[in-house]
């Protein structure tokens, strides 16, 4: 089966940093362009980062530049988003997610995980 | 950055009835345009792909057309389970954005 299963979220003060783990399974993962995608409580989606699968090619939402930082392990199957200087507007449920059906370098997203949910707050 | 502009914002209709949802872009994206569906609680899934392809397992009462700017997300007829958030999103350059989101509801 094919499954995205996030991990790594939690209750955080502003200022301070997270890490994100993503695992994949029942695909072969160093195929694919995984992304970060958030979704603040009530609100819709919002598009946070994505990575080729050889990590050749990274790109960030203008909102999280300078501050995250996407990565993977082909080796171990695992994205990862390293989330540092959080703030409020960073509260959300981050999903990963897969490009499928390339035909290009953006993808559209076939496989979400279940989301993890990240809160900033003192 | 592209904007996407979905409408109506909420939809009311009843089960058996035909859905008809919109997003507009703000500059032409091609043919580059998905839809998903979201349920509370759960994570959006994929229901079109570059305007008008099927993802795997959806059911033929869902479809979509356009290209350019204008773009539909069409329901046949509507199932139960198709009361849901519905997101249209662009892929034709960075960054990638969403529309705001078209709820349709039960009336």
């Known amino acids: 089966e094919v499954q995205l299963v996030e991990s790594g979220g939690g209750l955080v003060k502003p200022g301070g940093s997270l890490r994100l783990s993503c695992a994949a399974s029942?695909?072969?993962?160093?195929?694919?362009?995984m992304s970060w995608v958030r979704q603040a409580p009530g609100k819709g989606l919002e598009w946070v980062s994505s990575?080729?699968?050889?990590?050749?090619?990274?790109y960030y939402a203008d909102s999280v530049k300078g501050r995250f930082t996407i990565s993977r392990d082909n080796a171990k199957n695992s994205l990862y988003l390293q989330m540092n200087s959080l703030r409020a507007e960073d509260t959300a449920v981050y999903y990963c997610?897969?490009?499928?059906?390339?035909?290009?370098?953006?993808?559209?997203?076939?496989?979400w995980g279940q989301g993890t949910t990240v809160t900033v707050s003192s | 950055e592209i904007v996407l502009t979905q409408s109506p914002a909420t939809l009311s209709l009843s089960p058996g009835e035909r859905a008809t949802l919109s997003c507009r872009a703000s500059q032409s994206v091609s043919s580059y345009l998905a839809w998903y569906q979201q349920k509370p609680g759960q994570a959006p899934r994929l229901l079109i792909y570059?305007?008008?392809n099927r993802a795997t397992g959806i059911p033929t009462r869902f479809s979509g057309s356009g290209s350019g700017t204008d773009f539909t997300l069409t329901i046949s007829s509507l199932e139960p389970e198709d009361f849901a958030v519905y997101y249209c999103q662009h892929r034709s350059n960075w960054p990638i954005t969403f529309g705001q989101g078209t709820r349709l509801e039960i009336k």
């Open positions: 570059d305007a008008s």
């Open positions: 997610a897969r490009g499928g059906y390339c035909t290009g370098t953006i993808c559209p997203m076939d496989v």
């Open positions: 990575t080729s699968s050889s990590s050749s090619y990274i």
């Open positions: 029942g695909f072969t993962f160093s195929n694919y362009i």
